[in-house]
């Protein structure tokens, strides 16, 4: 009996192709899967808040005296006070300041010690939280448009010095609309991926030792002042450019007429030519305490609230921010 042999020359059965064709499509499948939750588990695990603990408190004594020193030294009614207040409204910080970037506008919160409204209702722990780590006491992250990169910078018995002089303020009842940002910088997750990228490095400004007045200078310009908040160009995620350390910035203002912002810049303050390269110490200070440069021009924009906040430092403060801020790198201004 003759067997007949057919040879398929063009490759395996058709049932086999889709077979092996399947094969691949869920092992495709399986590795994708797997991929996309390890990197979820990635994303949570760079992302998740990390509060500090209350046994991470130290004892301390409140100085009410300190607290308000810092309150303005960190110009805390320029963005928390009701636009043009002034006097004894300066102290009633019901938020709602609108701050222009690039992301989309930020609107201050209302930081009175009223328990709905405001942070009344907050611990020690929750405020330091907020200002060394940018958590929420319910460990949301806050937007670093907040300056809590430079508040980490605070002592914590400084903050819990500012605390309690907060608590003493008038309460406000006034409630704050949220952020109007554009996406994805909506997504507060991201923010965390923001963190782990900035938050707690190191910069390449000089550490100022040899001098107390230097060392109180360089702690009230990258603490509490939180000048390179302002002076310190960006990123294009937002992150202070290190090496260009107070080189001046972009400045963003709100501007409804063009549904957006308007841009301006924020002048050059180290050693530099281009920012205070001719002034002296004492030019420094003065102007600090009476809002004009050497020149005899007084200061403008957003920087005539900042003088009048420094102008309720002691003198020797003034002049230990002086002294600094002569002590840094001189770097060009970056302005095209």
Not at 320 to 335: C, H
Request: aromatic share 8%; hydrophobic share 40%; with cysteine.
């Amino acid at each position: 009996m003759a067997v007949r042999v057919v040879t398929n020359l063009t490759g395996p059965p058709k049932t086999d192709s889709k077979l092996a064709a399947r094969t691949i499509m869920k092992r495709t499948l399986v590795v994708g899967l797997t991929l996309a939750v390890v990197l979820a588990c990635v994303f949570f695990v760079l992302t998740m808040p990390r509060p500090l603990g209350e046994d991470q408190l130290p004892e301390h004594s409140v100085n009410l005296a300190n607290g308000e020193l810092l309150f303005w030294a960190g110009g805390c009614a320029s963005c928390h006070a009701a636009t043009g207040a002034e006097g004894e409204s300066l102290l009633v910080l019901g938020g709602g300041v609108e701050i222009a970037t690039p992301f989309g506008v930020f609107r201050s919160p209302n930081i009175s010690p009223d328990p709905q409204s405001g942070i009344g209702g907050w611990s020690s722990l929750d405020f330091v939280n907020a200002m060394v780590k940018g958590l929420s006491p319910d460990n949301r992250h806050y937007y670093p448009a907040f300056p809590y990169p430079q508040y980490q910078n605070i002592q914590i018995g400084d903050l819990l010095d500012l605390k309690a002089f907060l608590d003493t303020l008038p309460p406000s009842s006034n409630k704050v609309a949220d952020h109007s940002l554009r996406f994805p910088y909506s997504l507060r997750a991201g923010i965390g991926l923001w963190k782990w990228r900035y938050l707690g490095r190191s910069r390449s400004n000089p550490s100022a030792e040899g001098t107390a007045q230097l060392e109180r200078g360089r702690y009230l310009v990258r603490g509490a002042g939180h000048c390179g908040a302002c002076h310190t160009p960006r990123d294009q995620f937002g992150g202070e450019i290190n090496e260009r350390f107070l080189a001046g910035a972009d400045s963003f203002e709100v501007d409804e007429a063009a549904d957006g912002a308007s841009v301006g810049r924020v002048p050059n303050i180290t050693p530099h030519p281009d920012g205070l390269g001719g002034w002296s110490e004492s030019d420094i200070a003065y102007s600090l305490e009476s809002g004009f440069d050497p020149d005899f021009d007084s200061f403008g924009g957003s920087m005539v609230e900042v003088q009048e906040n420094m102008a309720r430092l002691p003198a020797e403060d003034r002049a230990a921010i002086a002294a600094y801020l002569k002590s840094i790198p001189a770097v060009p201004s970056d302005a095209p």
